[in-house]
Every structure is written in structure tokens, then in C-alpha cells.
């Protein structure tokens, strides 16, 4: 799983959308998505900032209605190393903003 997390995460750092395409499939609104989707949302966050903050206003407003269904601590800290990089990657795109594709 870890390896698969980090061939996503290469790729999507020059094919995100079809990375996204794939990763969104199997993130559905009520059901608690695997550890390692969480975790590779989080890495290509950080791995292409300026593909990836588009993407997150639909991510959180499907990620923040699940955060009470995580239970287990392995998940509660999943959701939050995922919510960290998301704030990591905003910080990093407002301080580039001149380099902003959009």
C-alpha cells in the first residue's frame, strides 16, 4: 500500500488529473475511505501544490463530514497528517501566488 501511495504520488506530480480521476473513485461521500487514500491526498498535496489546491474544495467537503465516523487513531491521524499537508500546500500556493497557473 505504501508503495502504491508513492507511485501515485509520482505520477500525479505530472498526470494529476488522471491520478485524481482514479483517487476520487474510490472517495465517497459517508463511507470511510482506506488509510492510504488519505495519506496519498496528503503527499500529492504537498508533491504539486498548484495541481492539488484546486482539487481540495471538493476533498475537504467531502473529507470534513466524515471526520467524526473515524474511530481508530490510526485513522483519526490520517485525517489529520492529510488535513496538515492540505494547510501546508495552501500556505505554500497563497505565498507563489505569482506563479499560480489560475
Known amino acids: 500500500q505504501e508503495a502504491a501511495s508513492a507511485v501515485?504520488?509520482?505520477?500525479?506530480?505530472?498526470?494529476?488529473?488522471?491520478?485524481m480521476e482514479e483517487i476520487l473513485g474510490k472517495f465517497q461521500p459517508g463511507i470511510l475511505p482506506h488509510p492510504f487514500v488519505l495519506r496519498t491526498f496528503?503527499?500529492?498535496?504537498?508533491?504539486?501544490?498548484?495541481?492539488m489546491v484546486p482539487f481540495l474544495n471538493s476533498i475537504l467537503g467531502t473529507l470534513l463530514p466524515m471526520l467524526g465516523m473515524a474511530k481508530a487513531d490510526s485513522m483519526k491521524c490520517e485525517f489529520?497528517?492529510?488535513l496538515q499537508r492540505f494547510s501546508e500546500s495552501i500556505q505554500e500556493y497563497l505565498a507563489n501566488l505569482a506563479e499560480a497557473p489560475d
Open 80 to 82: 489529520c497528517y492529510a
Open 8 to 19: 501515485l504520488v509520482s505520477v500525479g506530480r505530472r498526470f494529476l488529473n488522471k491520478v
Open 42 to 51: 496528503g503527499d500529492l498535496a504537498a508533491a504539486n501544490v498548484f495541481g
